[in-house]
């Protein structure tokens, strides 16, 4: 492998599905031939969290490379309204959508809000969700302890790992905190558990603009 190839493809970790862009998408169109059309997105799109059943079934949208259009459109989508425009293409070409589309929307939108704070690697280990990179100030460090006392912040590898919480989904789809038993959290209640954490911890050192 050339020098080049060695820097374009640097961050290739299947497991945390972590690419640099050109590497990804050249390795997907070569995943699409392989695997099909869910596998390449999954590949070619970045952070993904696993414990979500976010897909475009095929019932739903025939044909491997109108389904691949359909990924691309969400890898590319960087701002809500970019998601809403394909999620109001999809419901004029193909009609109501299923809940495996509705989450892959979801996971579009979660995407936006890693682009806004700057997290390259969203990954599922053991019963903790890891963010990186994730650069606290001190001010920030103890709010995350007030606020989530079971986040551990690990400062030399700028990561943050968050205890994945256990709830009860709500038929409206949100979801109550389970003091006793409950099922860990998964899908779009997953999904908006961590937007609220990263926009909570993150949110005001966005704000405050970078340190003098």
């Given at each position: 492998?050339?020098?080049?190839?060695?820097?374009?493809?640097?961050?290739?970790?299947?497991?945390?599905?972590?690419?640099?862009?050109?590497?990804?998408?050249?390795?997907?169109?070569?995943?699409?031939?392989?695997?099909?059309?869910?596998?390449?997105?999954?590949?070619e799109?970045?952070?993904?969290?696993?414990?979500?059943?976010a897909?475009?079934?095929?019932?739903?949208?025939?044909?491997?490379?109108?389904?691949?259009?359909?990924?691309?459109s969400?890898?590319?989508a960087?701002?809500?309204?970019?998601?809403?425009?394909?999620?109001?293409?999809?419901?004029?070409?193909?009609?109501?959508?299923?809940?495996?589309?509705d989450n892959?929307?979801?996971?579009?939108?979660?995407k936006?809000?890693?682009?806004?704070?700057?997290?390259?690697?969203?990954?599922?280990?053991g019963?903790?969700?890891?963010?990186?990179?994730?650069?606290?100030?001190?001010?920030?460090?103890?709010?995350?302890?007030?606020?989530?006392?079971?986040?551990?912040?690990k400062?030399?590898?700028?990561?943050?790992?968050?205890?994945?919480?256990?709830?009860?989904?709500?038929?409206d789809?949100?979801w109550?905190?389970?003091?006793?038993?409950?099922?860990?959290?998964?899908?779009?209640p997953?999904?908006?558990?961590?937007?609220?954490?990263?926009?909570?911890?993150?949110g005001?050192?966005?704000?405050?603009?970078?340190?003098?």
């Amino acid at each position: 492998m050339t020098k080049g190839a060695q820097r374009q493809g640097r961050r290739f970790a299947c497991g945390s599905i972590c690419f640099r862009i050109g590497f990804a998408l050249i390795f997907a169109l070569l995943v699409l031939s392989l695997h099909g059309a869910e596998k390449a997105y999954a590949i070619e799109n970045y952070p993904f969290i696993p414990p979500v059943n976010a897909n475009l079934p095929q019932d739903y949208l025939p044909g491997e490379r109108l389904r691949l259009e359909a990924y691309r459109s969400l890898a590319a989508a960087t701002s809500n309204q970019a998601v809403d425009a394909v999620r109001l293409e999809l419901l004029d070409r193909f009609g109501p959508m299923p809940i495996e589309v509705d989450n892959l929307l979801a996971v579009a939108r979660f995407k936006v809000i890693c682009r806004k704070y700057g997290i390259t690697e969203v990954s599922l280990q053991g019963q903790s969700v890891r963010f990186s990179p994730v650069l606290l100030p001190e001010s920030a460090q103890i709010r995350l302890q007030r606020s989530y006392d079971k986040t551990v912040y690990k400062a030399a590898v700028s990561t943050m790992a968050a205890s994945r919480p256990k709830g009860v989904v709500k038929p409206d789809g949100s979801w109550a905190e389970a003091k006793f038993g409950g099922e860990p959290l998964r899908d779009q209640p997953l999904l908006n558990w961590c937007a609220q954490l990263l926009d909570a911890i993150l949110g005001p050192v966005l704000a405050a603009g970078p340190a003098n």
